[in-house]
């Protein structure tokens, strides 16, 4: 599974080449239009070797005369690039993208870092290979809390899940959270909705159905055990009986709520029931999760 750090670190190199590209465009472009500050920069660069030789050579005068020209130089420099109005900066690499310096992340109002616009499509590549590529039309954006009823529950819920997947308050003190509602609620739009949020603030997170668990490749599954933030819907207590699901998803969740990595199960079915019903080893878990309701 692609994490979003990782593909945003992929595309560094070509970053690094198209910024270089650009560069290099401009300077020919300037030089171009005004060969005698081509001159004046490739007299520079001689220079400054030379001034390291006389350096080397303990001869401070010739040093300083090279002091005294390269000053000239850059005087004259400076005067070409103002009168024309050329950009100083023409023989830097600059920034592809001004808004995150190609880093590929900005400050969002409140300080935390967010993946930055220039990253979209890696984005949309993130969520494909984390689950979601069923479900490219869900967006926060769209998520009204009135849609189904009951907008302020469903508005304190995803404020819950929101503080369960930071990890800040009441909900760093656990793992593992079952988010229990009734059928038809949205839990399944919020619960994407969720992941997206996650991945884009730079988490690497998955999105599944836990009666897909039996079909990931094992490779997935693995992966699992590790990243920050995983939601398992569809959660119920016969799935967990099915094949060998019951036990996949014990040595997942064994192994993030060792780790302290945030699991969320979303479930229609109420917690009793659950625990009534699911394979053993799940159940145990499950009365020690926290709730969201
Ligand atoms: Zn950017």
Not at 25 to 36: H, I, T, W
Not at 61 to 76: F, G, H, P
Not at 140 to 150: A, F, Q, S
Request: charged share 30%.
């Amino acid at each position: 599974m692609k994490t979003i750090k990782g593909l945003i670190a992929a595309g560094l190199a070509e970053t690094e080449a198209a910024r270089r590209i650009r560069r290099d465009e401009n300077m020919s472009r300037v030089y171009a239009e005004y060969p005698e500050l081509r001159e004046i920069d490739s007299r520079i660069i001689d220079i400054r070797k030379d001034r390291l030789i006389a350096m080397i050579d303990h001869d401070e005068r010739l040093a300083k005369r090279y002091d005294i020209e390269e000053n000239n130089l850059i005087s004259k420099r400076e005067q070409i690039i103002s009168d024309n109005d050329i950009d100083p900066d023409f023989d830097e690499e600059q920034s592809l993208c001004p808004k995150c310096g190609d880093t590929g992340f900005v400050k969002g109002k409140d300080g935390t870092l967010k993946v930055c616009s220039c990253k979209q499509a890696e984005l949309e590549e993130c969520y494909e290979s984390c689950g979601l590529g069923d479900y490219s039309s869900f967006t926060m954006k769209n998520y009204r809390d009135d849609y189904l009823g009951d907008g302020q529950k469903r508005s304190e819920i995803k404020k819950q899940m929101l503080k369960v997947m930071l990890g800040v308050g009441d909900a760093s003190s656990k793992a593992l959270w079952l988010y229990s509602g009734a059928p038809q609620t949205g839990k399944t739009y919020l619960s994407v909705c969720i992941t997206k949020t996650a991945i884009s603030l730079g988490k690497s997170a998955f999105y599944t159905k836990c009666e897909n668990l039996a079909s990931l490749e094992n490779d997935t599954l693995e992966d699992m055990k590790r990243i920050d933030f995983l939601i398992i819907d569809d959660f119920a207590d016969d799935v967990t009986m099915h094949g060998d699901i019951g036990s996949v998803l014990n040595s997942i969740l064994e192994i993030r709520t060792a780790s302290g990595l945030c699991t969320i199960l979303v479930s229609a079915l109420p917690l009793a029931d659950l625990i009534n019903g699911c394979d053993m080893r799940v159940s145990g878990k499950l009365g020690r999760a926290g709730k969201i309701s």
